[in-house]
């Protein structure tokens, strides 16, 4: 039955996940944005926590004894594990996303693992902190179409190329990396390696300088020739030429973390929206939802648009997360929440600035930082472009040869 | 507890307004629209469903369950997908018999109540909006003084539906600086109902203009008596029916437009497959959606007896924007033919304006 209503004891772990972001994450927010690529050594005691989720059992029989004990939203109302990340991800971005991007251990590429590693491939890399590798200087959005090659040769595969704007490529153990065992086969043919760092052939060639979310490491790598085990692929190493069923799987990663990306552009939209809200109030504006939007000031009526979208972008992302908890294919919700959300962070915390005037384009406060950190929640994980045109096919029942 | 999800009853519930709305709605809205009259069967039909009355108490004719603002908001979004103008004249009743229901004294809700939870529907109606520009129902311009017993009510309305086939009216008015309701016969010598009114849209549902003039009104008929009501409360439930009818034209909108860029060839393919398009028909998707969780998020606060400003506020304004965007989306994709009353996107986009302006138009 519908209800959107948090418990309090979700919204106790809300509040406690926005106290740890105030307390750890934003005094030192100024600090990593100025010192770029510098490791922010504060975030060494989140290294044992398990934030992209632990493992599940790919033992039969251990994940069936486990669902057993414990089944779907026992325990007197309590979220899933795409939720209660999506709620502590956007707290901890309220704080600051590029430090959030540089906790240890929770990579995109621990995300990957989780979601499609065997029991043998958890022991070895579970405990190290994977970075995710699929761009590349020709392959963005089109990601079917990278180069990077991974020939088999004996036990190893044999890998090729060069990868680009990889989050954490400093800071990681491992990168997972996207590439193609058979061009000829498109999308089928691509699949993802565990390469650890060190291993020959295998180079962070340089670190990039970035609009925003500094204090997030991005760096190039290049392949060459580089050796890595053939059990270090991920998931199934047949191309299954029919169709694109094996790079579907590949992209429902994404599904999961969509509304990631989404919850962190929340987390720093409602950052903007609260600061702008005590500028205001501290000037004097009483904001006490009463009043009719025809009848107050620009700013007044700004303000309360920048809340409202923040409210909609949070629901569009909890709705798509929760439906991830529950068993429901959410390939539409999520592009969805992370069209909306990526989006109007941009745009909100343009506008914060906008309002706040020299306050907002003085490197004093922290809005003008929200600004350059928010607009890459509109480009990676899926440009708000791709997004839409995802969300477009989907509800107009259109292939991607109709609608490109 | 979180859920996104839609219950079995509610789906049901849903489903069953959704047939109606189909055969007597949908295949009618045209010729509401255009001749300004719903056949009093289709809302007789609806009125059957019991929506107004379910949360009465049985003693007074009601079914006495408990108020279920959601669920209400399921119904409202099905009424307003087949014609808004339809939603607000058959769920009328619900305005005058909410706040009794919530405020009322035991006589008020003795005397009121069984007079309007029977099995045949009779209008009653509730006046808030003020025809005069910087309208702000926080600070309404009508008056009510206590004078000698009675109230002396003075002050303008607008689009007041059905009043002048209604036996009361509730009022809202100021009363010692705050918004109280008075519920005022249609016979009372103070209330003067203007000639129909003629507005951008909702062309199907009757309103008028009333004024009152020294109208005298007995305490015992201030809702609440003595103790009057509490308005914002009786404001976050309308805000929450509001949107709820938004969700409904904005989805009728969205839909309309999707099947179309469909069905549509131009230079040889469906405009669908123009990103130009399909980005908006995106756009329209989602924001339906945004406006709807929102809707249900102020519900779910109300069901949980808990206050709900500042989400009814947010939602209104929300819906109110988005309404407008994703009905203008709707015309500009079918060009000419959203320009034209053989279709019925015009009349969403006319009707959508209604939902930043207006105020108590349905409730929860």
């Known amino acids: 039955m519908i209800d959107l209503e948090l418990n309090e004891k979700t919204e106790k772990v809300r509040a406690n996940m926005k106290n740890l972001a105030k307390t750890l994450l934003r005094p030192i927010s100024r600090k990593y944005d100025l010192a770029e690529h510098e490791y922010p050594k504060e975030l060494d005691m989140f290294r044992s926590l398990p934030i992209m989720?632990?493992?599940?059992?790919?033992?039969?029989?251990?994940?069936?004894?486990?669902?057993?004990?414990?089944?779907?939203?026992?325990?007197?109302?309590?979220?899933?594990?795409?939720?209660?990340?999506?709620?502590?991800?956007?707290a901890l971005c309220w704080g600051d996303a590029g430090l959030l991007l540089s906790l240890p251990n929770a990579g995109l590429g621990n995300a990957a693992l989780i979601a499609v590693a065997n029991d043998d491939q958890i022991a070895r890399f579970g405990s190290k902190w994977i970075a995710?590798?699929?761009?590349?200087?020709?392959?963005?959005?089109?990601?079917?179409?990278?180069?990077?090659?991974?020939?088999?040769?004996?036990?190893?595969?044999?890998?090729?190329?060069?990868?680009?704007?990889?989050?954490?490529?400093?800071?990681?153990?491992?990168?997972?990396?996207?590439?193609?065992?058979?061009?000829?086969?498109?999308?089928?043919?691509?699949?993802?390696?565990?390469?650890?760092?060190?291993t020959p052939g295998f180079k962070l060639e340089k670190l990039e300088h970035k609009l925003g979310i500094r204090a997030s490491d991005t760096g190039t790598f290049l392949l060459n020739n580089c050796r890595v085990p053939k059990e270090n692929l991920l998931g199934n190493p047949e191309v299954v030429k029919q169709g694109t069923e094996g790079f579907k799987g590949v992209m429902k990663t994404f599904d999961n973390t969509r509304p990631l990306v989404a919850s962190m552009a929340n987390g720093i939209a409602s950052a903007a929206v609260e600061f702008l809200k005590e500028q205001l109030e501290k000037a004097g504006y009483k904001l006490d939802y009463s009043k009719s939007v025809h009848n107050m000031s620009s700013v007044e009526k700004a303000y309360y648009r920048m809340e409202a979208e923040y409210e909609a972008m949070k629901l569009l992302t909890w709705r798509a997360a929760w439906m991830a908890d529950n068993q429901q294919s959410n390939n539409l919700e999520a592009s969805m929440a992370k069209a909306k959300s990526g989006r109007m962070a941009t745009l909100i915390t343009?506008?914060?600035?906008?309002?706040?005037?020299?306050?907002?384009?003085?490197?004093?406060?922290?809005?003008?930082?929200?600004?350059?950190?928010?607009?890459?929640?509109?480009?990676?994980?899926?440009?708000?472009?791709?997004?839409?045109?995802?969300?477009?096919?989907?509800?107009?029942?259109?292939?991607?040869?109709?609608?490109? | 507890m979180l859920d996104f999800s839609i219950s079995k009853e509610q789906k049901m519930i849903k489903s069953e307004i959704a047939k109606l709305v189909k055969d007597l709605v949908i295949e009618n809205a045209h010729d509401i629209d255009e001749s300004g009259d719903i056949d009093p069967a289709t809302i007789q039909a609806i009125w059957e469903m019991g929506i107004s009355i379910a949360s009465v108490p049985e003693e007074f004719g009601g079914f006495g369950d408990q108020s279920a603002p959601v669920d209400s908001t399921l119904i409202l979004e099905e009424l307003a997908y087949g014609d808004m103008a339809v939603a607000v004249a058959a769920t009328l009743p619900s305005l005058f018999i909410q706040p009794l229901v919530m405020f009322g004294t035991p006589a008020q809700q003795k005397k009121y109540l069984p007079l309007y939870c029977s099995e045949k529907y009779k209008a009653c109606t509730l006046a808030v909006n003020e025809p005069h520009f910087q309208f702000d129902v926080v600070s309404l311009k009508t008056t009510a003084v206590a004078k000698s017993g009675d109230y002396v009510l003075n002050g303008e309305k607008c689009f007041v539906p059905m009043a002048r086939t209604a036996e009361h009216i509730m009022v809202a008015a100021a009363c010692d600086g705050k918004n109280q309701l008075f519920i005022v016969e249609s016979s009372n010598p103070g209330l003067h109902i203007s000639d129909r009114e003629k507005n951008l849209g909702l062309y199907g549902l009757e309103s008028v203009e009333i004024k009152l003039v020294d109208c005298v009104v007995p305490a015992s008929d201030r809702v609440g008596e003595a103790n009057g009501c509490d308005f914002g409360q009786i404001l976050q439930r309308t805000r929450v029916g509001l949107c709820a009818m938004a969700t409904g034209i904005c989805r009728a909108s969205y839909e309309f437009a999707r099947n179309y860029a469909k069905?549509?060839?131009?230079?040889?393919?469906?405009?669908?497959?123009?990103?130009?398009?399909?980005?908006?028909?995106?756009?329209?998707?989602?924001?339906?959606?945004?406006?709807?969780?929102?809707?249900?998020?102020?519900?779910?606060?109300?069901?949980?007896?808990?206050?709900?400003?500042?989400?009814?506020?947010?939602?209104?304004?929300?819906?109110?924007?988005?309404?407008?965007?994703?009905?203008?989306?709707?015309?500009?994709?079918?060009?000419?033919?959203?320009?034209?009353?053989?279709?019925?996107?015009?009349?969403?986009?006319?009707?959508?304006r209604g939902i930043s302006i207006l105020e108590a138009m349905a409730t929860v």
């Open chain 1, 132 to 198: 995710m590798a699929i761009t590349e200087p020709q392959s963005g959005s089109d990601s079917g179409s990278i180069s990077t090659t991974a020939q088999l040769d004996g036990d190893h595969y044999v890998l090729n190329g060069e990868k680009i704007f990889v989050t954490c490529a400093d800071r990681c153990d491992a990168v997972v990396v996207w590439a193609t065992v058979d061009k000829s086969a498109g999308k089928a043919g691509v699949k993802s390696f565990i390469v650890e760092k060190g």
């Open chain 1, 350 to 404: 343009q506008e914060c600035c906008d309002i706040l005037g020299p306050v907002g384009f003085s490197r004093k406060q922290l809005a003008e930082k929200w600004m350059r950190d928010s607009k890459i929640m509109d480009i990676f994980e899926g440009t708000g472009q791709i997004q839409h045109l995802i969300v477009a096919r989907n509800v107009l029942k259109l292939n991607s040869s109709e609608l490109r």
């Open chain 2, 263 to 352: 069905e549509r060839i131009q230079f040889g393919e469906p405009i669908a497959h123009r990103q130009s398009v399909a980005f908006m028909i995106a756009e329209m998707a989602y924001e339906v959606d945004a406006i709807r969780l929102m809707t249900w998020q102020a519900a779910s606060k109300l069901a949980a007896g808990k206050d709900a400003t500042r989400e009814s506020y947010l939602a209104k304004l929300y819906a109110g924007e988005k309404a407008m965007k994703i009905c203008d989306y709707g015309v500009q994709v079918l060009g000419g033919h959203g320009y034209v009353r053989d279709y019925p996107m015009e009349r969403f986009y006319r009707n959508s």
């Open chain 1, 53 to 90: 989720g632990k493992p599940k059992k790919k033992d039969p029989a251990a994940a069936a004894a486990a669902k057993a004990k414990k089944p779907a939203d026992a325990e007197g109302g309590k979220i899933g594990a795409n939720m209660s990340l999506v709620l502590s991800t956007e």
